[in-house]
């Protein structure tokens, strides 16, 4: 049987307009799957629309544009794509691999039972298997978990090497919907990257800590692993992860100029060269010399 052709993908949320650290995970995913001969594709992953900045998507969309970097088929969004998330659910519930709960996040931190937090636990403190055996009499379900199987889950991060965690003891039984009945990042982004035959996923390192639970998921729907890449973090001074309040966006309004030079700053962050020109021309340069070995573990800091 022959492998399947290389996909890879840049999925942003529609929080905010694209800043420098997007930008970073957009040409890193690009390159990746530029350099393996394979096609590129752009999710916007809006299932939370409470958070989501009105026309944030389509300046997104802008701004990729901008630089040259667009999706090969077109642009999926996962609140087009609940239908999806329900089979899998579905699945997982006949496979016992998800339960019902009825623990709030008051209920799990007020638990003696409740390991301390774990620094991967970004919910809250470890899950301590309340609901796991059924709900407590004349308590509602809230969210559904998934069953984390005990044991190790080891993977090899093209960046970072190899990782291992132990789900069950450093995040426990994590929440796959929430209690305002959304489908939480972690079930949605395998479903849709299942679906979308991606074989890379290259994001920035702060879902580093995530991606155990997501083969976790993977291995009990039974669908393929892809390959990992986590690139550095683009931080402000302080420290913190930039963001749409660091004062540099909206990328998408920069004068072509200023437009080259961020994408040239990108590509240096991930420690790549590229000659100067169009995007389409810096783009090409990088790709010819891509080296994934010269991509650091980060944070880089900008001011």
Known sequence: MRPAPARGRFAPSPTGPLHLGSLVAAVGAWLFARASGGDFLV???????????PGASDEILRALALYDIESDTPVVYQSRRTRLYEAALTRLFAAGAVFDCSCSRADIARSASAPAASDVAEEGPVYPGTCRAGLGLGRPARSVRFRVPEGEIVFRDTVFGEQSQDVARAVGDFVVRRADGLF???????????DQGVTQVVRGADLLSSTARQIALLRALGLPEPSYAHLPLVVNPEGAKLGKRDGALPLATLDEARARETLRRALRILG???EDG???EILASALARFDPSRIPRGPITVS
């Open 43 to 53: 999710r916007i992953e809006d299932l939370d629309r409470a958070r989501e900045l």
């Open 272 to 274: 790549q060269e590229a």
């Open 184 to 194: 939480a990042y972690q079930l949605a982004v395998v479903v849709d990257d299942a």
């Open 278 to 280: 169009a995007p389409r």
